[in-house]
């Protein structure tokens, strides 16, 4: 066993040892911050596999902006942790039957040979190889239409989130931009004049 098939190893058991902690532990903030060290160790198995692009991109996405996202709303939000847990019985046998279907999954991608699914070799890389580049090349050249399918389905998703929360309430107070650009001093402000008082000198008293 070399350093790299080692190293493999070490951040597998720890990525499957955080994502377990992420659904298991009680505490919100402690399963963000396991999911935290679970995209750290998904991008050290990038580099391991030479895909320096993607492991940057998923270290500086999700967990520079997502994840930090996700740590704010749930230490702002006042979360109710038992009406949280009242559907985990009803959503077990769904859930149980999804990771099952993901194991198997796994199964025939890691011991594939022994199935007779043994994939071929990958090439040597030349000297001057650049993964960004050709990634690049295979997202605006081979796969430009489901690049771009998936930009106006996320861009639909967008907008419907947006449409979603902008729902008028009676109690929420709204601002229009036109009326304070078009607002004159007179109608804001009133100048009043009152009148000044004298004060009158304090004597002390003898023996003071």
Same mark, same amino acid.
């Given at each position: 066993?070399?350093?790299?098939?080692?190293?493999?190893?070490?951040?597998?058991?720890?990525?499957l040892?955080?994502?377990?902690?992420?659904?298991?532990?009680?505490?919100?903030?402690?399963?963000?911050?396991?999911?935290?060290?679970?995209?750290?160790?998904?991008?050290?198995?990038?580099?391991?596999?030479?895909?320096?692009?993607?492991?940057i991109?998923?270290?500086?996405?999700?967990?520079?902006?997502? #994840?930090?996202?996700?740590?704010?709303?749930?230490?702002?939000?006042?979360?109710?942790?038992?009406?949280?847990?009242?559907?985990?019985?009803?959503?077990?046998?769904?859930?149980?039957?999804?990771?099952?279907? #993901?194991?198997?999954?796994?199964?025939?991608?890691?011991?594939?040979?022994?199935?007779?699914?043994?994939?071929?070799?990958?090439?040597?890389?030349?000297?001057?190889?650049?993964?960004?580049?050709?990634?690049?090349?295979?997202?605006?050249?081979?796969?430009?239409?489901?690049?771009?399918?998936?930009?106006?389905?996320?861009?639909?998703?967008?907008?419907?989130?947006?449409?979603?929360? #902008?729902?008028?309430?009676?109690?929420?107070?709204?601002?229009?931009?036109?009326?304070?650009?078009?607002?004159?001093?007179?109608?804001?402000?009133?100048?009043?004049?009152?009148?000044?008082?004298?004060?009158?000198?304090?004597q002390?008293?003898p023996?003071?």
């Open positions: 066993m070399n350093f790299e098939t080692f190293l493999f190893y070490c951040l597998s058991a720890i990525l040892f955080a994502a377990v902690r992420v659904i298991t532990v009680r505490n919100p903030v402690h399963a963000a911050l396991f999911l935290v060290l679970a995209f750290f160790t998904g991008a050290g198995l990038w580099l391991l596999l030479e895909a320096e692009f993607l492991a991109t998923l270290v500086l996405v999700y967990v520079g902006a997502v #994840m930090v996202l996700f740590l704010f709303v749930v230490m702002m939000l006042d979360i109710n942790l038992e009406r949280l847990r009242e559907g985990f019985w009803h959503h077990l046998p769904l859930a149980v039957a999804v990771a099952l279907l #993901m194991a198997v999954e796994m199964a025939l991608v890691v011991g594939g040979k022994h199935f007779g699914l043994a994939l071929s070799a990958v090439p040597a890389h030349p000297a001057g190889y650049s993964n960004t580049k050709e990634l690049g090349r295979l997202l605006y050249t081979e796969y430009v239409y489901p690049v771009e399918i998936a930009a106006v389905i996320l861009l639909v998703a967008i907008i419907a989130a947006i449409a979603l929360t #902008m729902r008028r309430r009676k109690d929420s107070k709204y601002q229009d931009p036109a009326e304070q650009v078009a607002v004159k001093r007179s109608s804001r402000v009133r100048l009043v004049r009152v009148q000044a008082e004298e004060r009158q000198a304090v002390a008293e023996g003071e």
